[in-house]
């Protein structure tokens, strides 16, 4: 063949015996071809035997020769072949690949090539090329039998049918599953055949479509196909890929799996999905989520009512100016610190930032915008969430509420009563002026202020006092157990006893816990002395009225007993019947005399009691059981009081009987120990009035109501109650009205 004039034959060179004698000795022996080429224009400096008889030349003959010589034209000149081989080589230092190669006697044959770049001494930069023989028959036949082998195990291996074809639609290959699939037990069946019957009919013409399809194109094909079968709907993903040989389309690999699973999952995931949109447009908020460049990936009509740009607003040029934000001083915030723009930096905006946002119609809106990052593991964020929500009539009530609560606070800092709030933890969270000036007299400290006050705790101002104690345990108390609650409170003030009455009352939050309580505080000093006094003037008149009363009684018995012994000594046949009568009046008068004592002295409960009872016997049968208890001394002043209730009871007791009966007779008993004394008084059968309450004074007569102005204020306490058929009244004595002996 002639040279091309590229590359100038030249006089061969070969190695120095003394260094390559051993090298060459082990080339020789080597079945591969292996040659020594000159980096700098690709001519050959060595070749061994094995590489001369491959391509049918002598030993030697090729030395100085350009590689060209051996490359078989193709799509271009063999010197391009070589110049792009030697440009991959300069890249990478190494080159693998086959080529299509010339023989000496101008056939061709393939041979697969391993070439790399090396210094060797007194040879400069070369290239040393291993080839082997893949395109002749005798050299091909054992790999081509070796690949069978391995596409054979690699088809029979797939779970799924797969197969091989001709570019005229004839198997050249098939597995197990596909024979299965066609109703044959061996897949050598199908060799040769071009449609085998068995397939279903949908998978069979999708199969022949993306043959054809992926001839023409010399590209893969993959389609999704449905194939009905005797009622049952299933889905085959087909793939088909071109088997190319040079710039030649030789035959089709396909492979067909059921993917009805996957459909399913896919489908129920497009259900899921149309679900997720149909409940996220329902939502009152604005939805979107995002991708890590900041693209909408989804959002909702909520959302695209504030943005209807595919992208976030922070990057998004035509949205940006339609939303602003503000910083804590009132400058404008960078848009690069909106919640969308950190959210893809990863950082979380859980509480939100306002917007104002102004619509593509002109409308002025405010905005809460809130986003969060999600991250793929432990990688960087993969999407995010942003949530947007129209705060502008919630705004509007804060407003109203603000303005609405200043009101409060005007009138409640010139109600005369102190008003005061305070939380769960007992921190003062508002008090009103009259509250804030009374905790200034009880500091003595004029100058005071809310702000010196509000966050504290009452016994971190007022100290470990009393008062503090106190105020501290009732409203612990009413927040603890959830129910109003009022409590007088009396504290010295510039030297004056100052009281207030403290009504507290819990605060609840919606879900029905208590946050903490409102107090109310009203100055009751003037209204106590004022009850104080009428007390006192109660005190004196029922005296005044007692000592009369006594007076009266007294002078009237003594009257009586006059009287009665003007009629004995003027009929003595009288003086017996009537001593008995004389004896019950003495012992009543005994009672009234008892005033007549010295100051300060004291009387026998027990003697009290046993007058009043003998005095009384005469009306109707009744029995005094004395019972078992400690000797109590009656106070001086109480004693007429106490013996006339107790006669007023005896006397209602008789009254009132429905019958008398001499086996049920009235009865009056005494029980008692150190701390007091229990006088009953019982009848029947006798029924109190329906409407008859005693505590409550309704349904009295005028000697019970007497009987409750005379009953001492402390020390005596008088209830009258119906058991069965029988009324029951009982009188406790304790002290200061009376006290052991």
């Not at 497009?270 to 991708?291: C, K, M, N, T, Y």
Request: aromatic share 6%; net charge negative; with cysteine.
């Amino acid at each position: 063949m002639d040279e091309p004039d590229l590359w100038p034959p030249r006089p061969p060179q070969a190695p120095p015996a003394a260094r390559f004698a051993p090298e060459a000795w082990i080339l020789g022996a080597l079945a591969e071809g292996v040659v020594v080429l000159s980096l700098d224009d690709l001519r050959f400096l060595y070749t061994n035997p094995a590489f001369d008889a491959m391509f049918g030349y002598a030993a030697g003959e090729l030395l100085g020769q350009p590689v060209s010589r051996i490359n078989a034209p193709g799509a271009g000149p063999p010197e391009e072949t070589a110049r792009a081989i030697l440009d991959l080589l300069l890249g990478s230092g190494r080159w693998d690949g086959d080529v299509l190669s010339l023989r000496k006697d101008g056939s061709t044959f393939r041979t697969y090539n391993t070439a790399t770049v090396h210094d060797l001494p007194g040879w400069g930069r070369v290239v040393v090329a291993i080839q082997r023989d893949v395109g002749s028959v005798r050299g091909a036949e054992a790999e081509l039998r070796l690949r069978g082998v391995y596409v054979a195990t690699l088809l029979d291996h797939f779970p799924f049918p797969a197969w091989m074809k001709d570019p005229q639609g004839r198997f050249l290959a098939a597995n197990q599953a596909l024979a299965e699939a066609a109703g044959m037990a061996d897949p050598e069946m199908l060799l040769g055949m071009d449609d085998p019957g068995g397939l279903p009919a949908d998978l069979a013409a999708h199969m022949r479509l993306g043959e054809r399809r992926a001839i023409a194109s010399a590209r893969p094909t993959v389609r999704d196909c449905r194939v009905e079968q005797r009622g049952i709907v299933r889905w085959w993903e087909v793939f088909h890929s071109p088997i190319r040989l040079q710039d030649s389309t030789i035959g089709v690999l396909g492979f067909a799996r059921d993917v009805s699973d996957r459909q399913a999952a896919a489908e129920a995931l497009r259900e899921r999905q149309r679900w997720l949109h149909a409940i996220l447009d329902q939502l009152p908020v604005g939805v979107s989520l995002f991708d890590s460049q900041g693209h909408v990936v989804l959002d909702n009509a909520s959302m695209r009512s504030f943005n209807d740009s595919d992208r976030i607003p922070s990057i998004s040029r035509r949205q940006r100016p339609r939303w602003q934000a503000r910083c804590a001083d009132g400058t404008v915030l960078d848009p690069s610190q909106w919640p969308g723009a950190r959210a893809l930096r990863g950082e979380s905006v859980r509480q939100g930032i306002e917007f104002e946002h102004r619509g593509s119609d002109g409308s002025l809106r405010t905005v809460l915008v809130s986003a969060v990052p999600f991250h793929a593991g432990e990688g960087p964020m993969a999407v995010a969430v942003a949530v947007a929500q129209d705060i502008s009539e919630r705004k509007l009530a804060e407003a109203a509420l603000r303005e609405s609560e200043q009101q409060l606070r005007i009138i409640a800092d010139h109600h005369p009563d102190g008003i005061f709030h305070i939380d769960r933890e007992h921190r003062i969270l508002y008090l009103n002026a009259p509250t804030v000036h009374w905790l200034a007299r009880v500091l003595g400290r004029p100058e005071l202020r809310l702000d010196e006050l509000r966050g504290r705790r009452v016994w971190e101002i007022l100290g470990d006092t009393e008062m503090s104690l106190g105020y501290r345990h009732h409203s612990e108390q009413v927040m603890r157990s959830g129910r109003p609650d009022s409590v007088e409170e009396s504290v010295l003030i510039d030297g004056v006893l100052r009281t207030r009455l403290i009504l507290r009352t819990p605060v609840r939050d919606p879900a029905g816990e208590v946050v903490g309580l409102l107090g109310i505080a009203r100055d009751i000093s003037d209204r106590r002395q004022q009850e104080l006094a009428h007390l006192q003037q109660l005190h004196e008149q029922r005296d005044a009225l007692v000592r009369e009363v006594h007076h009266r009684i007294k002078n009237h018995l003594q009257g009586v007993l006059g009287l009665l012994r003007l009629r004995i000594d003027r009929h003595p046949d009288l003086r017996e019947p009537l001593a008995e009568v004389m004896a019950q009046i003495h012992a009543i008068a005994g009672v009234y005399g008892l005033s007549q004592g010295p100051a300060g002295t004291e009387a026998d409960l027990l003697g009290i009691i046993g007058l009043v009872a003998q005095g009384a016997a005469a009306a109707v049968p009744l029995r005094f059981e004395p019972g078992v208890h400690p000797s109590m001394a009656l106070r001086e002043a109480d004693a007429v009081p106490i013996a006339l209730v107790i006669n007023e009871l005896l006397s209602n007791a008789s009254k009132h009987l429905a019958e008398q009966d001499p086996e049920r007779p009235v009865r009056i008993t005494l029980h008692g120990d150190q701390q007091g004394l229990w006088v009953r008084v019982r009848n029947g059968p006798a029924w109190l009035p329906p409407e008859f309450d005693f505590a409550s004074g309704r349904g009295l007569g005028t000697g019970l109501q007497l009987l409750r102005t005379l009953l001492p204020s402390q020390g005596a306490r008088l209830s009258i109650r119906q058991e069965a058929d029988e009324v029951l009244a009982e009188l406790l004595l304790q002290e200061p009205v009376v006290r052991p002996r």
